[in-house]
């Protein structure tokens, strides 16, 4: 890996003043500021609502941003617990946090907005055109236009589950180095998608990490804790906030070869017979369907040893329908399952619950 360029800041430099949705604000000031959106029909206003922490001291300018899709609830509270974050006093450069995106489409519990559109395949949008098409827009005039890095915080969609992963164009080398900085132990060297935030971000040269994790409608403790520690690891890669007192061991990411999804052979009812996370074999059973009557069993194989990165939640299946995704990484499949296994015990421990919530800070991590 290159060695990074570190600037020399001096202590007399200025961070920059930031104006966004028509609200200035100064080198170390804090304020939300609501962006109107598009009016609900009963004339209710919907506006946007950006964090902004502008640190005293010049450096990147972060953006964080959740429920794109509006269904997908876990960024929500790891942006509410990042903003709780006591060393965000120190920062260097700027923050933008912005807890929902989709405010529509959270507000109606759905993935989509009204006009049935998915955000996320509507960018850079347009100020004429539809809906989802104008919420894009206003975020890339107000938002991405000001930002030099970002990372976008998603789930699996209703009934579907993800491990914590990352996602990111990992041909580009600034966003490698940070996504090997995350700390889940699976990226996916994910391609651009038509209308997606990653593909203008890449297009506007704005490095995006996208952080998947759990599933839609639910929070997920785990998922939230890895999701707020990863963006703190990030920060401090960038060197927009002071190295930790302790340092801490960050997982060792390993970049799938390859994924694909396993479909159902045919319709039934599905006992599923592994788990998130668990390491198998080519030709284990993942699962078995069977009519409701429960007389004919029919096995769902792995085609291949890999890591379940995703899966279905929901026993009722249609042939054809994504049952599991799974992950390859050749011959670094145990390294995956050694790291994962470490990742939700540390995670999972209750000893550091604490610190992810009101007035969290270093000096009280493990």
Same mark, same amino acid.
């Given at each position: 890996?290159?060695?990074?360029?570190?600037?020399?800041?001096?202590?007399?430099?200025?961070?920059?003043?930031?104006?966004?949705?028509?609200?200035?604000?100064?080198?170390?000031?804090?304020?939300?500021?609501?962006?109107?959106?598009?009016?609900?029909?009963?004339?209710?206003?919907?506006?946007?609502?950006?964090?902004?922490?502008?640190?005293?001291?010049?450096?990147?300018?972060?953006?964080?941003?959740?429920?794109?899709?509006?269904?997908?609830?876990?960024?929500? !509270?790891?942006?509410?617990? $990042? =903003?709780? *974050?006591?060393?965000?006093?120190? +920062? #260097?450069?700027?923050? %933008?946090? @912005?807890?929902?995106?989709?405010?529509?489409?959270?507000?109606?519990?759905?993935?989509?907005?009204?006009?049935?559109?998915?955000?996320?395949?509507?960018?850079?949008?347009?100020?004429?055109?539809?809906?989802?098409?104008?919420?894009?827009?206003?975020?890339?005039?107000?938002?991405?236009?000001?930002?030099?890095?970002?990372?976008?915080?998603?789930?699996?969609?209703?009934?579907?589950?993800?491990?914590?992963?990352?996602?990111?164009?990992?041909?580009?080398?600034?966003?490698?180095?940070?996504?090997?900085?995350?700390?889940?132990?699976?990226?996916?060297?994910?391609?651009?998608?038509?209308?997606?935030?990653?593909?203008?971000?890449? !297009?506007?040269?704005?490095? $995006? =990490?996208? *952080?998947?994790?759990?599933?839609? +409608? #639910?929070?997920?403790? %785990?998922? @939230?804790?890895?999701?707020?520690?990863?963006?703190?690891?990030?920060?401090?890669?960038?060197?927009?906030?002071?190295?930790?007192?302790?340092?801490?061991?960050?997982?060792?990411?390993?970049?799938?070869?390859?994924?694909?999804?396993?479909?159902?052979?045919?319709?039934?009812?599905?006992?599923?017979?592994?788990?998130?996370?668990?390491?198998?074999?080519?030709?284990?059973?993942?699962?078995?369907?069977?009519?409701?009557?429960?007389?004919?069993?029919?096995?769902?194989?792995?085609?291949?040893?890999?890591?379940?990165?995703?899966?279905?939640?929901?026993?009722?299946?249609?042939?054809?329908?994504?049952?599991?995704?799974?992950?390859?990484?050749?011959?670094?499949?145990?390294?995956?399952?050694?790291?994962?296994?470490?990742?939700?015990?540390?995670?999972?421990?209750?000893?550091?619950?604490?610190?992810?919530?009101?007035?969290?800070?270093?000096?009280?991590?493990?």
């Amino acid at each position: 890996m290159e060695a990074k360029h570190k600037r020399t800041v001096s202590r007399r430099e200025k961070n920059r003043t930031l104006t966004i949705g028509g609200v200035t604000v100064s080198p170390g000031e804090r304020t939300s500021v609501d962006i109107p959106l598009a009016a609900m029909y009963t004339h209710t206003d919907v506006e946007l609502t950006v964090h902004v922490v502008n640190g005293r001291r010049p450096g990147p300018c972060l953006f964080v941003c959740a429920a794109i899709h509006g269904d997908e609830l876990n960024g929500v !509270d790891i942006i509410r617990r $990042l =903003l709780d *974050y006591k060393q965000l006093s120190q +920062l #260097r450069g700027t923050l %933008l946090a @912005i807890p929902v995106v989709n405010v529509h489409g959270f507000l109606s519990q759905s993935r989509y907005l009204p006009d049935g559109r998915d955000l996320n395949r509507s960018f850079p949008g347009s100020e004429r055109g539809s809906l989802a098409g104008r919420v894009a827009s206003t975020f890339v005039r107000d938002i991405l236009k000001h930002c030099t890095h970002g990372i976008d915080l998603h789930t699996g969609a209703r009934h579907r589950s993800n491990l914590p992963q990352i996602r990111a164009d990992l041909s580009q080398e600034e966003t490698r180095r940070l996504a090997m900085q995350f700390g889940v132990p699976v990226v996916l060297d994910a391609k651009l998608r038509d209308g997606s935030l990653r593909e203008t971000a890449a !297009d506007m040269g704005i490095p $995006l =990490l996208l *952080y998947e994790a759990g599933e839609a +409608l #639910r929070f997920d403790e %785990l998922c @939230i804790r890895a999701g707020a520690r990863g963006i703190l690891n990030v920060m401090r890669e960038l060197e927009m906030l002071p190295a930790r007192k302790r340092p801490a061991k960050v997982p060792e990411a390993v970049v799938a070869d390859d994924s694909r999804w396993v479909r159902a052979p045919l319709s039934g009812v599905m006992r599923s017979r592994v788990q998130l996370g668990a390491r198998v074999k080519k030709g284990d059973v993942l699962g078995l369907i069977a009519d409701p009557l429960g007389f004919k069993d029919a096995e769902v194989l792995a085609p291949d040893e890999a890591i379940v990165i995703g899966m279905t939640n929901l026993p009722l299946v249609h042939e054809g329908e994504a049952l599991y995704h799974l992950a390859s990484f050749k011959r670094q499949t145990g390294q995956v399952a050694s790291e994962l296994q470490g990742f939700h015990e540390r995670f999972s421990a209750q000893e550091d619950e604490q610190p992810f919530f009101v007035g969290w800070d270093d000096s009280l991590e493990n």
